[in-house]
């Protein structure tokens, strides 16, 4: 009858140590996975039609006026029905007015600090192109735009535009197509041409 007891605690003491050897001290979580993003070859075209600027915007994206500013007739957005996110463009002539525009946009910039870790500009200065203005890229997780910028001649022309997706943002899944369209974003700046 001894036997039972003292067998039934070796055996146990057997089990809980193989247990506490087959732990792993260095397990790490994995990283949250996210689904392949196919992304397009890039490819352009100039924009067409009665505007006061031009510039070459992507073949997978689609020109629409902005319904929400209707008395705006320059204002327009740049769609990317596959990601369901766009690039709203903004027209203003400058008529003396251009600290105000420029003081607009750096306000809607700093309106994303709550969630940005950071702002990052880049200034456009190319005065052989009668092209100025800023480039801001805005990191954090919860940035609803997570890139906009501005560029003006100086003297009668103000164009604006700003990156929203139409879903709620998380700019860690969505990176790979953030930094897709900010490079169509660099070349629609790059063509930018005054009429």
Known sequence: MNRMPKFAFVSGLLLISFILASCNDSYAPKPRGYFRIELPAKD??????????????????????????????????????????????????VNNDLSTY????????????????????????????????LYYEIDGKGAASPCQFFVTDSTSHFLRG?????????????????????QDIRHLINTIEWR
Request: aromatic fraction near 16%.
């Open 44 to 93: 352009y075209v100039k924009l067409e039609g009665d505007f006061p600027y031009s510039f070459e915007y992507p073949t997978y994206a689609t020109i629409t006026p902005d319904f929400k500013s209707p008395d705006e007739k320059y204002w327009i957005n740049i769609e990317f029905p596959q990601f369901s996110g766009s690039v709203h463009l903004s027209y203003k002539a």
């Open 102 to 133: 420029i003081e607009d946009a750096r306000t809607l910039v700093l309106k994303h600090m709550p969630k940005a870790n950071a702002i990052r500009d880049s200034l456009i200065y190319r005065p052989e192109e009668n092209k100025y203005g």
């Open 162 to 182: 700003a990156l929203y997706f139409n879903i709620r943002p998380n700019n860690d899944s969505l990176a790979p197509v953030i930094d897709f369209i900010k």
